[in-house]
Each structure stands twice: as structure tokens, then as C-alpha cells.
């Protein structure tokens, strides 16, 4: 963690979103978005780090058609680590047109890596976001993540189309309420103490 700190201390998340530009070599693109991946791994500082300096659309912008299919690969890779558990990131990606050029990814010409990674990253946009769920069925990405389930292919793969499926099929409103059930059922027990501690009023 340490060396993550120093890393975007020193100024080097914003100059490896420097190397992600259009037109860079492809090794070069790779590399930059592979350990900008390992920087946002569960680390919130790092990932608002890289939004804040255009990270996520460049990112984005990797995934354009035509593109290197490696770095296809470790831009979704990013992407999945980048918006984990950020709302905003998530936000973001959806914004800058992220959620479209993932379920592009999932064209039966990908590979199966780009398909693991693609999908991995369509799972962490959807948790909690009513928004992305609607954003991937809007453009097709249910009918694109049920064709990865198909006989013959990935065990990784079908893991991760399950789990975009998944957090595509939840109501987060139901999430939330569970979520503050436990503060109702405290509330409750207070409540519950206050009444029998009350005086009681005497009757006629």
C-alpha cells in the first residue's frame, strides 16, 4: 500500500493516463493500463486519482474497435478493478460511453480473455447502479452476456456473464432496505425499552 501511495504521490497516475492516449504504441498502452489496474485494486484514493485525472475515459477510449485485442483486454481489466465499489467511477465509465464499448467486446470474434475481462467489468457497473443495469439492456448487453453462457466455452467466463446477469437482475432497493434493517431493529428494541420504563398513567 505503501508504494501505491508514493506512486500517485510522485504524480505517476497521471502520467500513465499520459501513455493510454490515442495513437501510442499498443505494448505501451498495454502496460500503462495493466498496472493502473493494480494501482485501483480496492484502493478508493487511487481510483478517485484516476478519474479525476482523465483516466476513465481514456480507458474507454481504448476500447475502440479496431484496437490491439491485449489491450482490449487490460483496459476492461482496469475498468473492472477501477469501479469497484465507486460510484462515481461507475458513473463515469457510463458517461464517457463505457458500458456501450463493453458489450461490444462481447462480439463472438473476442477472445475469451477480452470476453472474461469485458464482462467482469459490466458485473462491478452494475452493483447498485439501477442506472448501468438499464444503460446494458438498452444497448443489448443481456442478449450479449446469455450468449457467453453457450456450450464449449470458459468456465471464467461463464463465471463472470453469471455474475453480470446477476447484478443485472437485482432490485438494489430491496439491497438498501437490508442494509438499514439492522438500525430498524435497534430503533425497535429502544423504543420497546423507553415504553416500559414510562410511568404509567393512572385511570379513573
Known amino acids: 500500500m505503501q508504494n501505491r501511495d508514493s506512486v500517485r504521490e510522485c504524480g505517476g497516475i497521471a502520467a500513465l493516463v499520459v501513455?493510454?492516449?490515442?495513437?501510442?504504441?499498443?505494448?505501451?498502452?498495454?502496460?500503462?493500463?495493466?498496472?493502473?489496474?493494480s494501482l485501483c485494486l480496492e484502493d478508493r484514493q487511487d481510483q478517485d486519482c484516476?478519474?479525476?485525472?482523465?483516466?476513465?475515459?481514456a480507458l474507454v477510449g481504448l476500447l475502440a474497435p479496431g484496437g490491439s485485442p491485449?489491450?482490449?483486454e487490460r483496459a476492461a481489466a482496469a475498468l473492472v478493478d477501477v469501479c469497484l465499489s465507486n460510484t462515481r467511477?461507475?458513473?463515469?465509465?457510463?458517461?464517457?460511453?463505457?458500458?456501450?464499448?463493453?458489450?461490444a467486446l462481447l462480439a463472438p470474434d473476442s477472445s475469451a480473455a477480452v470476453h472474461r475481462e469485458a464482462a467482469g467489468a459490466l458485473c462491478n457497473l452494475c452493483?447498485?447502479?439501477?442506472?448501468?443495469q438499464d444503460s446494458v439492456r438498452e444497448c443489448g448487453g443481456i442478449s450479449a452476456?446469455?450468449?457467453?453462457?453457450?456450450?464449449?466455452?470458459?468456465?471464467?467466463?461463464?463465471?463472470?456473464a453469471a455474475g453480470a446477469l446477476s447484478h443485472l437482475?437485482?432490485?438494489?432497493?430491496c439491497w438498501r432496505l437490508a442494509a438499514l434493517l439492522p438500525c430498524m431493529s435497534r430503533l425497535l428494541r429502544r423504543w420497546q425499552t423507553c415504553a416500559l420504563t414510562m410511568p404509567q398513567t393512572a385511570t379513573a
Open 145 to 160: 452476456l446469455v450468449a457467453l453462457l453457450a456450450p464449449g466455452g470458459s468456465a471464467v467466463v461463464y463465471e463472470r
Open 70 to 72: 491485449a489491450v482490449h
Open 169 to 173: 437482475c437485482r432490485w438494489w432497493g
Open 127 to 132: 452493483f447498485g447502479s439501477t442506472e448501468n
Open 50 to 57: 484516476l478519474r479525476e485525472c482523465g483516466g476513465v475515459a
Open 19 to 37: 501513455l493510454l492516449a490515442p495513437g501510442g504504441p499498443a505494448a505501451v498502452q498495454e502496460e500503462a493500463a495493466g498496472t493502473l489496474a
Open 89 to 103: 467511477n461507475q458513473n463515469s465509465v457510463r458517461e464517457c460511453g463505457g458500458v456501450t464499448a463493453l458489450v
